[in-house]
């Protein structure tokens, strides 16, 4: 039992450090992609790999247990990447970056009313306090603070549905099908709610664009490893973990996110960025303090 939890935390880690350096893929193929494009290849090409990796059908489940999958695929597949682009365009990018973060206190709600878990220590909130202002420090470092109500409302937003997909997949977990077949099922919901916005979001098919090196490489990172593996990972460490103390990791994103722009991009770290590190990590191991057991 020890060595399973020891193992849902090195996967929610190790799915936490490949998510918060996924900007950087992004942010290079938003050159010649759409938001959407972007999102829809990388989940098309995820659930490709997930059925070359495994490919098992997933067989006897019941009604219900199909709309739970449809339920996860439209919330952590479709709705909150949908929203979260949407609020990148309304907002400053450190604004959604911060509102993103409350997702484990909606989890640990949610999962509270629906799960019956047990509520939240105090060290859980005391820690969620220490995360939120390490993250508004590195995310409003060196800038002011600008409020944007209709892209916040929707990061916000994005969060709870963050937190409803969190709840789901360990409603998922407890129906002993194996992982990859799960989230291969949750990935073909997902893209199925997603056709209808390609209309939307003036949606091209163009593959030709792959033939840049650039684009190609940064696709199957994002398809291969943020997509296929890590929804996998993560789910893997739902499933082991539970709900709220795997959703605890996602204080990290900014941190990573710092760190990989140190490493890739070159980019200076501010005195600000660095206390905001020391105090997010800090608040991630006050939350966890009292959750281990």
């Known amino acids: 039992m020890k060595g399973k939890r020891t193992a849902g935390h090195f996967s929610a880690l190790l799915t ?51 709309l739970t999958f449809a339920a996860a695929g439209l919330c952590g597949i479709c709705l909150y990447y949908l929203l979260e682009n949407i609020a990148l365009t309304c ?3 450190s604004n959604v970056g911060v509102i993103i973060s409350v997702a ?9 009313l629906f799960l019956k878990e047990e509520k939240p220590p105090v060290n859980f909130f005391l820690g969620f306090a220490a995360a939120m202002t390490g993250i508004a420090l590195i995310s409003w470092g060196g800038s002011k603070l600008e409020l944007n109500p209709a892209g ?23 129906y002993g099908y194996h992982t990859i077949l799960t989230t291969r099922r949750v990935f073909c919901y997902g ?17 030709t664009r792959f033939a840049n090196p650039m684009y190609l490489f940064n696709i199957l990172f994002l398809g291969l490893g943020a997509s296929a593996m890590c929804f996998v990972t993560w789910n893997f460490a739902v499933k082991a973990l539970g709900a ?12 990573i996110t710092v760190a990989a722009s140190v490493l890739i991009l070159h980019e200076k770290i501010t005195a ?14 006050l939350s966890e303090s009292k959750l281990f057991d």
């Open 244 to 255: 709220v103390k795997t959703s605890i990791y996602i204080y990290m994103v900014p941190v």
């Open 272 to 285: 600000l960025a660095a206390a905001g590190t020391v105090l997010t990590l800090a608040g991630l191991l």
């Open 16 to 66: 936490i450090i490949i998510w918060g350096t996924t900007f950087i893929s992004t942010k290079i193929m938003l050159a010649d992609f759409q938001p959407v494009e972007i999102l829809f290849f990388r989940f098309v090409m995820g659930l490709l790999a997930l059925l070359a990796v495994y490919p098992h059908p997933l067989k006897g489940t019941n009604r219900q247990q199909e």
């Open 152 to 174: 916040d409302l929707l990061a916000l937003l994005a969060a709870l549905i963050w937190a409803c997909y969190s709840v789901l997949t360990k409603k998922i977990s407890s």
């Open 104 to 112: 484990p206190f909606f989890t640990a709600i949610l999962s509270h």
């Open 91 to 93: 907002t400053m990018a």
């Open 191 to 207: 893209i199925l709610f997603m056709l209808p916005t390609l209309f939307l979001f003036d949606f091209k098919l163009d593959l």
